[in-house]
């Protein structure tokens, strides 16, 4: 069975940095955009960055500088590193993927478009 678990979580002052894990099992998604979208209470999930299976990687302009994604795609693995965190308040940090076999380039910023989720990494930032 498709398996994606997040870990990494945790609470952190504003300016310091987390490092987000997220571990696939059950089947190769070796042609799978990855992505991260964390959802804040009485929020909807948003997009903040995701990488291609082809390595290629997208981030929201709100984390753009701060934030940076790779894979592993022989150990099953999504990593996104954090750095300069904001004052946000929490957020559950949810792992996505979505099979794009002839789009080796594409991640969709839309959540709709994955197939497959994580159980959430919670993430505080006090506000």
């Known amino acids: 069975q498709e398996q994606l678990v997040e870990s990494g979580g945790g609470l952190v002052q504003a300016g310091g940095s987390l490092r987000l894990s997220c571990a696939a099992s059950g089947r190769t998604f070796m042609t799978y955009a990855m992505a991260w979208f964390p959802q804040a209470p009485g929020k909807e999930r948003e997009f903040v960055g995701g990488i291609s299976w082809s390595g290629r990687t997208y981030y929201a302009d709100s984390v753009k500088g701060r934030f940076a994604i790779s894979r592993d795609n022989a150990d099953n693995e999504l990593v996104q590193q954090m750095n300069s965190l904001k004052r946000e308040g929490p957020a559950l940090y949810y792992c996505?993927?979505?099979?794009?076999?002839?789009?080796?380039?594409?991640?969709?910023?839309?959540?709709?478009?994955?197939?497959?989720w994580g159980q959430g990494t919670q993430v505080t930032v006090p506000s």
């Open positions: 996505a993927a979505c099979h794009l076999r002839h789009n080796p380039g594409d991640v969709p910023v839309n959540a709709h478009g994955y197939s497959y």
